[in-house]
């Protein structure tokens, strides 16, 4: 395993995420045996990084987590969790919440705390001074019960300077969405080098996408085979993480224990893209780009917010499928099997959703477009 030094720690350069463990079918219903197994591995085979946070699984993650990691030493592992400002309802509660936090988390101290998914519709909440939310991180760090503070995002350039100007002089390392695709989709390459003036580390969400980096059309898929035959599509995400210098922590949600083993197989060594290697990804990037679908990684935050209970991520998955692979948008033999009510057209256009999307994907849109291909 590959090490990064921070502040005097060594930490794992693959950390594990939390958000997409093995379940027994429905999202929350985690399969604690299958991550038992799992956690005992990435222990043996040198990652000490666990990433959850309030939210995931339903709030299903963190309990679990702190269930498995307490069979381990404490100083055997760094856990990190987040306040979930993605939920403006949960401002005025950061004492409650965190909390709580440690409760589940069977901790006394988080090693890494994060501000959750910084973006526009939550930073003006954040930097309100009524909440004082930030007041309150800052003194649970100097009680020792937060050892690093940072923050994630999914947000604007625009957003990350206005969050760094407000509060960057406490902040220790940021989470980015990061990939080779988000490099210029979501405008990364500017928020690492914006990170880099500020000395502020880097720590990598969505690799892989959610996946979608690991399911490319044939006509991409053979590009990038023919200058690296052996090299798999997860490994060249990772290559390319390892390709820029400010990353300290890349997590990735492993679902599965091969897909556990097949990454830490690939931090084994560090192995930089070379300038050829880098400009054909990006290249390939930019073809996927120029078609007009939505930038959803399955996070499924939305599904919580959806008074119909629709799958979101699965019809932004569908519907995505249908403009990659330039087919025509026929109804999916399942769908005649479902409640009209779960289907596209079943979108009441509430939006609620959207305000906890972290790609700020305009989703009630996106359904009453589906639903009217899929009428036609």
Not at 36 to 44: G, L, N, S
Not at 150 to 160: A, D, M, Q, W, Y
Not at 165 to 171: H, I, T
């Amino acid at each position: 395993m590959i090490y990064k030094d921070f502040h005097g720690i060594r930490l794992s350069a693959l950390g594990m995420g939390c958000m997409r463990l093995p379940t027994g079918g429905e999202n929350n219903e985690i399969d604690m045996e299958a991550t038992k197994e799992m956690i005992a591995y990435a222990m043996e085979r040198g990652i000490n990084y666990y990433d959850t946070a309030w939210g995931y699984h339903g709030g299903f993650s963190e309990p679990v987590m702190g269930e498995i990691l307490s069979a381990y030493p404490r100083e055997s592992f760094y856990l990190a969790t987040k306040f979930p400002g993605y939920d403006l309802g949960n401002m005025p509660r950061v004492r409650e919440i965190f909390e709580k936090q440690l409760e589940r988390c069977r901790v006394e101290y988080f090693d890494f705390y994060l501000f959750h998914t910084v973006s526009e519709s939550n930073i003006d909440a954040y930097l309100d001074p009524q909440y004082g939310i930030f007041d309150f991180l800052v003194e649970q760090k100097r009680q020792g019960r937060i050892k690093h503070l940072g923050f994630s995002t999914h947000g604007s350039l625009e957003t990350v300077e206005r969050f760094l100007r407000a509060y960057g002089s406490e902040m220790e390392f940021c989470q980015v969405q990061l990939n080779w695709l988000d490099w210029r989709l979501q405008n990364a390459k500017a928020k690492v080098e914006l990170l880099e003036r500020w000395g502020i580390p880097v720590w990598v969400m969505e690799p892989v996408r959610g996946g979608r980096l690991c399911k490319l059309e044939e006509k991409h898929l053979d590009r990038l085979q023919e200058i690296a035959p052996s090299r798999t599509l997860p490994e060249w995400a990772f290559r390319f993480i390892q390709s820029i210098p400010s990353v300290k922590v890349t997590l990735s949600g492993m679902s599965n224990f091969d897909q556990l083993k097949e990454n830490i197989d690939t931090f084994e060594t560090d192995e930089p893209l070379s300038e050829e290697e880098l400009a054909l990804l990006l290249e390939v990037g930019g073809e996927m780009m120029a078609v007009g679908t939505y930038p959803c990684t399955s996070c499924r935050y939305c599904i919580e917010y959806c008074p119909q209970g629709i799958n979101i991520p699965w019809m932004i998955e569908l519907y995505n499928g249908r403009i990659y692979s330039g087919g025509e948008f026929k109804t999916p033999d399942v769908f005649r099997a479902m409640p009209k009510d779960k289907l596209p057209e079943g979108c009441l256009g509430c939006r609620a959703c959207e305000a906890v999307c972290p790609q700020n994907i305009k989703i009630s849109e996106m359904m009453k477009n589906f639903a009217s291909k899929l009428g036609k």
